[in-house]
């Protein structure tokens, strides 16, 4: 089989179309064609990223942390008796 008929049944096989070319090609005409579209694109990226990774590593440090940060301690059980200075006073 020729080369030029393996690249006709290829096109047969995939429609006419290239999938990963037609991506990249979408990919760059969305975000990568300006220069304001790219910076747009990395710095809104680098702000999802953030919140994901915030949230994972917040609950992973909560989980091995149960029940030993601030806001989980019963402060109630520490509470003493200023009555008795007031008192003296």
Known sequence: MTRLAMM???????????H???LLDG???TALKS???HVTFVVTGAIIFEVIYG???DTIWNSVN???LPHQIDWSAFR???DEEDDED
């Not at 006709?8 to 290239?18: E, I, K, S, Y």
């Open 20 to 22: 990963a070319s037609s």
């Open 80 to 82: 003493e008796d200023d």
């Open 27 to 29: 990919f760059y005409r």
């Open 35 to 37: 220069n304001i579209s």
């Open 8 to 18: 006709r049944a290829a096109n047969r096989t995939l429609g006419g179309r290239r």
């Open 66 to 68: 149960d029940g030993k």
């Open 55 to 57: 949230k994972a590593t």
